[in-house]
T-cell receptor
């Protein structure tokens, strides 16, 4: 098993550009999550999904959109990137309701918006 | 919603037990306590979780007080590779998991 993978690992965007971050998991997990982590801070939940075709907002959803068209993939989109979105983005997944099971995290995507 | 309070940083000598405290005084009866850690620049790693009873696995032990208002994560024989930020997390009733700032643990050689 590859576990949770994220694409790309690094990206530099200019203000106003758009991009999509891809998260893939091969563990047949139901729940998937997107977090961002700013320097010196803990992780903040952006959006999450409790199953294929469903998404929900987390703590800091503004400026992001997500889609879960396939169970194994969770996409995070930035329609018009802003410097405030410079961060490290982590994806995670869990087999079941997360509070009874561990979350598996990907290696992260380091995004810089200039 | 339950919130957690952790010291911002701690030091521990290599080979000694590292005891990381966490306060969660407003925890509800059906909420779990989770511990994760994040080694520099990597994704967080699950360590252990518990509800009421003390738990132990190959990585650590989790001690939860009888009133469930606080807990302690114990790394029995800390090594330099245990240097990381440790997060204590309590499940929210609306299904969101919130990471705080955690405790930065320095293992000293």
């Amino acid at each position: 098993n590859a576990g949770v993978t994220q694409t790309p690992k690094f990206r530099v965007l200019k203000t106003g550009q758009s991009m999509t971050l891809l998260c893939a998991q091969d563990m047949n997990h139901e729940y998937m999550y997107w977090y961002r982590q700013d320097p010196g801070m803990g992780l903040r939940l952006i959006h999450y999904s409790v199953g294929e075709g469903t998404t929900a907002k987390g703590e800091v959803p503004d400026g992001y959109n997500v889609s879960r068209l396939k169970k194994q993939n969770f996409l995070l989109g930035l329609e018009s990137a802003a410097p405030s979105q410079t961060s490290v983005y982590f994806c995670a997944s869990t087999r079941e309701r997360a509070w009874t099971g561990e979350q598996y995290f990907g290696p992260g995507t380091r995004l810089t918006v200039t | 919603d339950a919130k957690t309070t952790q010291p911002p940083s701690m030091d521990c000598a290599e080979g000694r037990a590292a005891n990381l405290p966490c306060n969660h005084s407003t925890i509800s009866g059906n909420e779990y306590v989770y511990w994760y850690r994040q080694i520099h620049s990597q994704g967080p790693q699950y360590i252990i979780h518990g509800l009421k009873n003390n738990e132990t696995n190959e990585m650590a032990s989790l001690i939860i007080t009888e009133d469930r208002k606080s807990s302690t994560l114990i790394l029995p024989h800390a090594t330099l590779r245990d240097t990381a930020v440790y997060y204590c997390i309590v499940r929210h009733r609306d299904d969101k998991i919130i990471f705080g700032k955690g405790t930065r643990l320095h293992i000293l050689p």
